[in-house]
Structure formats: structure tokens, C-alpha cells
């Protein structure tokens, strides 16, 4: 079956820890996405990739860093500095086709708690 | 600024009661318009995306139609398992990965 898979599903971090959230796709997609999602908001996009060792940064990028080695995995660390981590995170990736309209895919999320 | 807004906020309807949700949009440039499922504690469920005015898509009870300032999904019959939260999302600009989400409609069916 293809598609996406976050891990963990519940995640819990204390003042000052960094934690990292997976995120792993097997749809053979290029571009891949980390959205953060909070009560009666859209969704706001923190980090994107269209391309192996290429990343760039979304609305929301303060506190928070990727990496993109692999195709497949797009990791996002919530470090210290991120002020609010609390909230429902959300992994996509889409095709990449430059120029033309490219459906994101979701995965099933991690939703994060600072204690 | 590209915006999308979404209306009502939450919707309630009794088993079979059909209604419209809507999608308001201002971006420069569109290239496409989505429309997803989410329910609680779940990722969205993609469900359609149009392309241009005047275009329509259906799937099952659920039909989604464009126009140049907005989107309505159209949901006839409804059945308690629709009841969700409905997010709505544009891709805009000649480049890069644009896109922008609307703060959804939480609907609830009632058998």
C-alpha cells in the first residue's frame, strides 16, 4: 500500500528538550511538506521540500528545522526556541510538477504536547 | 495576501437535510483549488481538486463546483458517517509551492 506514515502518533516534550517528529513516504513523490495545525486555524506550513538536499522555509519556520537526505523521509525537529510546540502536526508530499497545480497527500499526523 | 475563508464555521443537518458549503478565496493566479476531509485526530482525506471555472467534480453524495471567487461542496442526502470537518485549500502563483488553507467547516449529521 502506498502512502504516508508519521510516527510518533502522541508525543510528549518537556521545557527545553528538542524532539523530533518522522515522517516517511512511499508514493515515489518529490515534494514533501510539514504543516502545523492549531484549533480553528488553517493550516500553516512550516517547512517544504521539492527535492532530495533542498529545503525551504514556510510561514512558520521559527523553532523549527528539517532535513531531507532521502526521498522518502522528511524529519521535523520542534527545538527549544519554538516558544507554543503544542498543536497537531501534519506531514504531505505531492509530485512537484513546477508550474502546474500538484494535489498534497496527508499522512495521519503527530499531535505534540509540551508538559 | 492570498486568502481563503470558509462558511459556515460549523454546520449542523439532520440525516438526508442536503446543503452547501462554502470556499472563498482571493489569491493572484490560481492553479487549483482542493477540497479535503479531516476527522478528529486524523490527517485530511483528500477528496477534489478543480482546475477552473465552470468545472464540477462528484464523488458519491458530495459534488464540489468552481467559480473565479469561489467553491462550494455541495452535499446531497448527507448520512451521519459525512459528518467531518471539511478544509478547503488553493495553490496559487506561477511558481514554487503556494498553497493556502481555509480553517475548514466542522458538519455533523444527525440521524
Known amino acids: 500500500d502506498g502512502g504516508i506514515t508519521q510516527s510518533p502518533k502522541y508525543l510528549f516534550r518537556k521545557e527545553g528538550q528538542n524532539v523530533t517528529l518522522s515522517c516517511e513516504q512511499n508514493?515515489?513523490?518529490?515534494?514533501m511538506y510539514w504543516y502545523r495545525q492549531d484549533p480553528g486555524q488553517g493550516l500553516r506550513l512550516i517547512y517544504y521540500s521539492q527535492i532530495v538536499n533542498d529545503f525551504q522555509k514556510g510561514d512558520i519556520a521559527e523553532g523549527y528545522s528539517v532535513s531531507r537526505e532521502k526521498k522518502e523521509s522528511f524529519p521535523l525537529t520542534v527545538t527549544s526556541a519554538q516558544k507554543n510546540p503544542t498543536a497537531f502536526y501534519l506531514c504531505?508530499?505531492?509530485?512537484?510538477?513546477?508550474?502546474?497545480?500538484?494535489?498534497?497527500?496527508f499522512g495521519p499526523g503527530t499531535r505534540l504536547t509540551v508538559l | 495576501e492570498d486568502q481563503v475563508t470558509q462558511s459556515p464555521e460549523a454546520l449542523r443537518l439532520q440525516e438526508g437535510e442536503s446543503s452547501s458549503l462554502n470556499c472563498s478565496y482571493t489569491v493572484s493566479g490560481l492553479r487549483g483549488l482542493f477540497w479535503y476531509r479531516q476527522d478528529p485526530g486524523k490527517g485530511p482525506e483528500f477528496l477534489f481538486t478543480?482546475?477552473?471555472a465552470g468545472e464540477e467534480k462528484e464523488k458519491e453524495r458530495l459534488k464540489a463546483t468552481l467559480t473565479k471567487k469561489e467553491s462550494f461542496l455541495h452535499i446531497t442526502a448527507p448520512k451521519p458517517e459525512d459528518s467531518a470537518t471539511y478544509l478547503c485549500?488553493?495553490?496559487?502563483?506561477?511558481?514554487?509551492?503556494?498553497?493556502?488553507f481555509g480553517p475548514g467547516t466542522r458538519l455533523s449529521v444527525l440521524p
Open positions: 504531505a508530499s505531492s509530485i512537484a510538477s513546477r508550474g502546474r497545480t500538484d494535489t498534497q497527500y
Open positions: 485549500a488553493v495553490q496559487a502563483g506561477n511558481y514554487g509551492q503556494n498553497f493556502v
Open positions: 508514493l515515489n513523490h518529490d515534494a
Open positions: 478543480l482546475y477552473s
